[in-house]
C-alpha cells in the first residue's frame, strides 16, 4: 500500500516497475496514467504495461472491476493465472472506495448525493474489504499494489492520526492489516519524491 497527497509520485512508480521487468496491469480510476511515460525506459518497458481506465465515482465502475478480478482482463488471461512476476496496480484504490460507495447506494436505490446513510456505508465496508480480503489471499499469485490518498482521523482523545483515505470509518483503519507493506510518498526540498520505508507513529 502506497499513501500520499495529491500529486507526491504515486502514479508514476508504475513506470517504475515496468522498468524492474515486471508485467503490469493497472487499474485506473484517477486518470493521470500520463505522467509515467516520461519515466519508462523505452518501449520495452511500456509494452509490459497495460491498464483499463474506469470512471471514479460510478457504480459501474466498481461492478466492472469485481467482473475482471473474478474473471479474465482482457487481453491478458485470468487473474487467477498470473504469476510472481505481475503487479496489479489500483490507481487509486481511494477512488475505487468511491465508485463501491456509489455502487451500494444505487442497490439501495438511494440517490448518490445522499452522504449517510448506516445500511449502505455497512454495506459498502463489507464489500470492499471483502474485495481487499480476496485480493490478497492465496488464490492469487501476482503482486498486488494499492496507490492510496490519506486522510486524518480523530479518535476518542481529540488526536488525529493519518490513514488510507477509503470511504467511512471503518475501511481506512482495517485495510492496512491486509498488506505486507505500508509506504508513504514524500517530497524533497528539491522536489523530488522519496518513499519513506519505515513506520511512523501516526500511520
Known sequence: MLL???????????????NAGYKVRVIDVDNKLG???????????????????????????????????????PGCGRLKDWDEETVLVVDTASFLSDACLAY??????????????????KDMAEKFEYFVAMLTSDVFKFHLM????????ENDNKIKKRYPFFQGQILPQRLGSYF???WEMFTKSDSKPYIRTVSTPDL
Open 146 to 153: 494499492f496507490n492510496c490518498h490519506i486522510r486524518s482521523i
Open 180 to 182: 505486507n507493506c505500508i
Open 104 to 121: 451500494c447506494k444505487g442497490k439501495a436505490g438511494i440517490d448518490k448525493t445522499v452522504k449517510f446513510d448506516q445500511a449502505v456505508w
Open 4 to 18: 500520499g497527497e495529491y500529486g507526491k509520485g504515486k502514479t508514476a512508480q508504475i513506470a517504475f516497475l515496468a
Open 35 to 73: 505522467i509515467i511515460h516520461s519515466y519508462l525506459k523505452g518501449q520495452e518497458a511500456a509494452d509490459r504495461i497495460d491498464y483499463i481506465s474506469l470512471p471514479a465515482k460510478e457504480g459501474k465502475t466498481w461492478e466492472d472491476v469485481y467482473k475482471i478480478i473474478m474473471g479474465e482482463w
